[in-house]
């Protein structure tokens, strides 16, 4: 089977989240209609993973047919997850700790995930609105990487 990893980033607060949204929908539904499988992967971070999310959980419903799974990334164990472990599988496919930022110094734990999931993805979907930050850092790196980038927030 041909996996499809796409994997979401972007900053802590979303300026035209509406039209962000929009243009997100779009390309999720494109995505799942043109690949034979796709594996999302996301964190729960700031308000454009949890837009993401949201968008993520529509399109598998409106237009998956078993072709996608939806996996939250933690970079290590976190209270809220172990608290409510039931609630999260309800709503995500998976979710897993990653192995790699769950070794490391909680201070740059997150960015440790995020390129251990840059490294899996086939395509990086980003919101970033300004050139700093740790989103803006992790697209840097999914860009000297090769990965297809695209930045919805672009043209806005």
């Known amino acids: 089977m041909n996996i499809y990893t796409v994997s979401f980033f972007g900053h802590r607060y979303v300026e035209h989240g509406t039209e962000i949204g929009n243009r ?22 700031g308000e454009f993973d949890m837009l993401a999310s949201a968008a993520v959980k529509k399109a598998i419903s409106d237009h998956a047919y078993g072709n996608a799974h939806f996996t939250l990334v933690l970079p ?3 209270a809220e997850y172990r608290d409510n ?12 700790v990653c192995a790699e930022s769950s070794k490391a ?5 997150i960015q440790v995930r995020n390129r251990s999931m840059i490294d899996r993805s086939d395509l990086v979907i980003c919101c970033i609105q300004h050139k700093s930050g740790g989103a803006y ?10 990965k297809k980038i695209v930045n919805l927030a672009d043209e806005i």
């Open 24 to 45: 997100l929908d779009k390309l999720l539904r494109d995505i799942i209609t043109q690949k034979e499988y796709v594996e999302f992967l996301v964190g729960r971070e």
């Open 76 to 78: 290590y164990m976190k």
């Open 85 to 96: 472990e039931e609630e999260y599988l309800k709503y995500y496919d998976e979710v897993e």
């Open 105 to 109: 110094h909680p201070k740059s734990a």
């Open 137 to 146: 850092s992790t697209i840097r790196y999914a860009e000297k990487q090769g």
